[in-house]
T-cell receptor, first 113, second 115 residues
Framework: AQSVTQPDIHITVSEGASLELRCNYS??????LFWYVQSPGQGLQLLLK??????LVQGIKGFEAEFKRSQSSFNLRKPSVHWSDAAEYFC???????????FGTGTRLTIIP | GAGVSQSPRYKVAKRGQDVALRCDPI?????LFWYQQALGQGPEFLTY????????KSGLPSDRFFAERPEGSVSTLKIQRTQQEDSAVYLC?????????????FGPGTRLLVL
């Protein structure tokens, strides 16, 4: 069975500070990994995805994530957060021939001035 | 171009009522997905269509839930005899072909409250 764990329910960071959101996955084959962001009342927007190749992937809005197979992790990072980054962040896993996504429970990000 | 749209955006139902939730995917997208997002949780897969064929309905929680996509475009998720535990946001997503590495584009969701 596939699963995603996001250990941090809520993170608060100061504007301009760096950010790392953790994601651990369980998947029986080569995973496809995704980070989505959800603002209040909005649908999910894709930040970035990994399915092969370079393990460091760049996304929109200055986000990046690193796939570490040995640690079953796909952590999301941003060097300097902006107030507009406040939202809920979801990590998800899928795979070849497995079209459905399995999501984590999300991490809510609060930005303080 | 237009994204995925869903209607209604909000729905209040009395326990026992039937409801129908509509999803308009991005034009030309072959695959369509339904997810259920309970309060404070991540989305959970319900069902998946490729064109008009429902290829996976393993996530539907009971036989009260039924989804269709008769012409391979618009989809409807129907919940019969609604119960309070059905209260959630129902998200629809579409993708060009449905291959696992593709981006799924999500609609804004329908928030269902069952009283």
């Amino acid at each position: 069975a596939q699963s995603v764990t996001q250990p941090d329910i809520h993170i608060t960071v100061s504007e301009g500070a760096s950010l790392e959101l953790r994601c651990n996955y369980s998947y029986g084959a080569t995973p496809y990994l995704f980070w989505y962001v959800q603002s209040p009342g909005q649908g999910l927007q894709l930040l970035l995805k990994y399915f092969s190749g370079d393990t460091l992937v760049q996304g929109i809005k200055g986000f990046e994530a690193e796939f570490k197979r040995s640690q079953s992790s796909f952590n999301l990072r941003k060097p300097s957060v902006h107030w507009s980054d406040a939202a809920e962040y979801f990590c998800a896993v899928g795979g070849f021939g497995n079209e459905k996504l399995t999501f984590g429970t999300g991490t809510r990000l609060t930005i303080i001035p | 171009g237009a994204g995925v749209s869903q209607s209604p955006r909000y729905k209040v139902a009395k326990r026992g009522q039937d409801v129908a939730l509509r999803c308009d995917p991005i034009s030309g997208h072959v695959s369509l997905f339904w997810y259920q997002q309970a309060l404070g949780q991540g989305p959970e897969f319900l069902t998946y269509f490729q064109n008009e064929a429902q290829l996976d309905k393993s996530g539907l929680p009971s036989d009260r839930f039924f989804a269709e996509r008769p012409e391979g475009s618009v989809s409807t998720l129907k919940i019969q005899r609604t119960q309070q535990e059905d209260s959630a946001v129902y998200l629809c997503a579409s993708s060009p072909t449905g291959r696992g590495r593709e981006t799924q584009y999500f609609g804004p969701g329908t928030r269902l409250l069952v009283l």
